[in-house]
């Protein structure tokens, strides 16, 4: 993580849509069109019987290349004891993970409790070395972002949603965050970049967009190799949006969120597919 240019990694979030083979096969196609950076969730595509089933697919595809690349990973728990069991489950089927990531610290009861929990946990380990780098990730509230980015010097990065969406609802509009957290020479992660799935017809205006916010790391979500392709050809001349541009894609986004906001579920409220407590592994 010390480039100093907005590099493209591969969310992996959509590794198991297409089947565990072709997960593997978009990950190695990946690596071979220059992608470095990986990051999953031990929750992709859930937290129950397929827990940790992506970092599976991610590891085959890597195979020998994950010594070249990095791998970032997400924990749910909250509390010292699930974090270390979540983690360790994780590091079996990775073998390598270079970030380890607060996974939807959402409320301010839940940055309470990661506190002197999973935060304390990863803190940890980091001292151990058996990581590098730990990340916080908020879908839904930036003053969490903006309090935990004040108050939590070990925290290296902060993973938040970057999208025509998020600038429209003014409350929800993370982008502020971003100057200060450079200033503190914090990374940003930029995630839902695509409106999870609802800019998925105007991927150059979307992806232009993102990349004019300057994050450290964009992250693009896709289900297959021919959607890779498509995103890797408009990144290969991206810059910075223009104003046109950006008044279209204003007027896409106002659009979309009038036919029904709901779809915009990350506006809405916490994922309620996660849980925010204790966490019995």
Known sequence: MKSKKTIFGLG???????????????????????????????????????????????????????????????IISRDYENAKKEFLESLNRLEKIDMVQLHSVDDKETLNLVKNGALKFLIDIKKEKKIKFIGLTNHYDPKITLLALRKFKEIDSFMIPINIFNFLVKRKNFEKIIPLAKRKKKKII???????????????????????????????????????????????????????EFNLLKEIGKKILKEDKNKAWWLNGHIGAFPFGKINL
């Open 12 to 74: 992996c979030g959509h590794l198991h849509i297409e089947g565990f083979k072709n997960g593997v096969e978009l990950v190695r196609y990946a690596f071979l069109r220059g992608i470095r950076y990986f990051d999953v969730a031990t929750s992709y595509p859930d937290f129950k019987e397929n827990r940790g089933l992506n970092e599976k697919i991610l590891r085959e595809g890597l195979g020998e290349n994950i010594k070249r690349a990095f791998v970032a990973t997400k």
């Open 190 to 244: 930029a995630m839902l970049v695509f409106g999870c799935g609802l800019l998925k017809d105007f991927p150059y205006l979307a992806l232009k967009y993102a990349y004019t916010k300057k994050p450290h790391v964009i992250l693009i979500g896709v289900k297959n190799i021919d959607e890779l392709e498509k995103d890797l050809k408009i990144i290969k001349k991206i810059k910075r949006i223009n104003k046109r």
